[in-house]
């Protein structure tokens, strides 16, 4: 398959692909295919559309494959679900991190998002979480809110 994505993007798939690989994964190409068009939105994604979006790639896969795909893509870091919008979006951070918790911040009208990695303030949540014996699973906090270009509208 011929690549129709910029230098940028293939360059972090060959990253991403190289993560994987030290991790014992495979970042198939499949798997490249939905994580490029991910990284090419540059916003959150909803399943179906990318059943679309790939079928206009030229390889439409169903909807089961998809979500195999984003399933893998969420447990290797690359990807996060955005519950509120139940879309999916390219992680912004891809340094490994065992204990990556990032905060989503979701715009309620564009519904642009935006990854906030801050150690010291997802840390200091997670730990009082843990203070109060609640057992987290991992995952991210959303905030809903307006982001500065729809709040100075």
Do not use: W
Request: net charge positive.
């Amino acid at each position: 398959m011929v690549s129709t994505y910029s230098m940028s993007v293939e360059q972090t798939l060959d990253r991403l692909a190289g993560r994987c690989s030290a991790k014992g994964a495979q970042l198939t190409e499949l798997r490249r295919l939905v994580m490029g068009s991910l990284l090419t939105a540059g916003k959150p994604v909803k399943a179906y559309d990318l059943v679309e979006e790939t079928g206009r790639a030229g390889r439409r896969l169903t909807p089961s494959t998809i979500y195999r795909v984003l399933d893998f893509l969420q447990e290797n870091g690359l990807v996060h679900k955005v519950n509120a919008l139940n879309a999916y979006v390219a992680c912004t951070d891809h340094g490994g991190h065992s204990e990556h918790r990032p905060l989503l911040l979701v715009c309620r009208d564009c519904q642009s998002t935006t990854e906030i990695n801050d150690p010291d303030l997802g840390g200091a949540f997670f730990n009082r979480l843990a203070s109060l014996g609640f057992k987290t699973a991992g995952g991210s906090i959303e905030v809903r809110g307006q982001c500065p270009a729809c709040a100075g509208k």
